[in-house]
């Protein structure tokens, strides 16, 4: 009987599937397996977990005849591979990667999910810029911790466009990206990763001294001392992405090179190589501590601080309370922030087994690409008293500069019947 042969087929073979299918279909004959049923089932046992993840709307619902075939021409190319492959042509054309294919089945639900990704972004980067604008326009808000916030806000706009449009991109047109372009953003990714690290870090030591050394703090940290204090990791966090690019662009990527996150980021493409990667891992092992932990002491040495000196001075005043409000709006911020780090970390390092499925690495790029830099706008805009209150003056002498426009474009009539009948009685 077929079911006590024993046969093991190779692994998929993704760039020569139509090789691969030729020598199975040999392995068959010699075996004398017929059955279209164990034909399918000895396929979907080869096939590795990026393949079947593509095709799994498939294996969870074959036809109920021809399974072997639809399986067939689903992998070489007349379904979803189409996408990637080329007519004539089972390879891809030179120094092109493909990205993660997230909302790719079924094709049905492409156009939603887009509409969906296009109305958070609007949103997102909408937020960003009404939080940046109303801390340009409202002089009271010409304060450091409000430079900080400013400086994270635009490091949230940049973070995200460097990731959604791409991956919009990704879901309506094609999942391919050039080596250039790929490089790009993962150049932009670990730059705003490393800088946004900073500017936390900054904002948790301007609210260590707004706190604990309040009488010296207009001396010590100025408006123009935060404006020049931010070059630094500019120019830090540029040198570490820079670094990224060079160990990887000498490198010949001879493996499949499917990257398995939504964007470029250095791991997912140093392991496409052909050569050892442990310098890349290494080194982004090391940035990644260097810039995570520094952050992490930051805020506990200040934190800590801040909590002792409120907490020996009376926590009941109003001064204080103040204080503790502001720190928490600072720590929910922190929080996100490092928990989507540690998140996209273990993601990264877990992707290549099988105890880390595909869809939690698509949580993990969400909430450092999506969920943080809707987050950070809505979070300081509800919880910061004095954003709100310029944000109200901000509407209102809006408002009024419409009306007094309208009113001088349209004036009353009633006003100006009454100034005639006045001319008539002085007469």
Request: aromatic letters at 12%; a positive charge; charged letters at 15%.
């Amino acid at each position: 009987m077929e079911s006590t042969i024993a046969l093991k087929l190779p692994g998929f073979w993704e760039l020569h599937a139509a090789v691969w299918f030729a020598q199975s279909e040999s392995q068959f004959a010699l075996r004398h397996i017929k059955a279209d049923e164990t034909h399918f089932h000895h396929v979907v046992s080869a096939l590795n977990a990026a393949t079947a993840s593509r095709v799994l709307s498939l294996l969870r619902s074959p036809p109920a005849d021809d399974k072997y075939g639809a399986l067939q021409r689903l992998l070489l190319g007349t379904g979803l591979m189409e996408d990637i492959m080329f007519e004539g042509n089972q390879s891809l054309p030179p120094n092109v990667f493909l990205l993660a294919p997230i909302f790719h089945e079924p094709a049905s639900i492409r156009p939603w999910a887009f509409g969906v990704l296009f109305v958070i972004y609007l949103v997102t980067i909408t937020l960003n810029l009404i939080l940046i604008l109303i801390i340009l326009c409202g002089k009271k808000l010409h304060k450091p911790v409000y430079i900080f916030l400013a400086q994270l806000l635009t490091m949230d706009i940049v973070g995200c466009t460097t990731i959604m449009p791409r991956l919009m991109y990704s879901i309506s047109e094609s999942i391919m990206i050039t080596k250039p372009a790929c490089f790009i953003q993962l150049f932009f990714v670990s730059f705003t990763g490393t800088m946004q690290s900073y500017i936390l870090s900054f904002m948790a030591i301007d609210r260590y001294l707004a706190v604990c050394h309040p009488l010296r703090y207009n001396v010590l940290l100025t408006n123009s001392r935060a404006h020049k204090v931010i070059l630094l990791p500019v120019c830090w966090s540029s040198l570490l992405a820079g670094i990224f690019l060079v160990l990887l662009i000498g490198r010949t990527f001879c493996k499949y090179p499917e990257i398995h996150k939504v964007g470029c980021i250095n791991m997912a493409v140093a392991k496409l190589s052909c050569e050892d990667f442990t310098i890349n891992s290494l080194y982004g092992i090391a940035c990644t501590s260097l810039t995570t932990v520094s952050l992490i002491v930051v805020v506990v040495f200040t934190y800590t601080r801040i909590l002792y000196v409120c907490l020996h001075s009376g926590p009941s005043s109003k001064g204080n309370r103040k204080a503790l409000h502001t720190c928490v709006t600072h720590c929910l911020v922190l929080s996100l922030f490092i928990f989507s780090i540690v998140f996209a970390l273990i993601s990264l390092r877990m992707s290549s087994t099988n105890y880390f499925p595909q869809y939690l690495q698509h949580v993990s790029d969400s909430l450092f690409y999506l969920v943080q830099p809707l987050a950070n706008p809505i979070i300081y805009g509800l919880r910061t008293a004095e954003i709100r209150r310029s944000l109200t003056r901000f509407t209102n002498v809006r408002i009024f500069q419409n009306k007094i426009i309208s009113w001088h474009r349209y004036p009353d009539p009633q006003s100006s019947v009454l100034k005639q009948l006045n001319c008539v009685s002085d007469e």
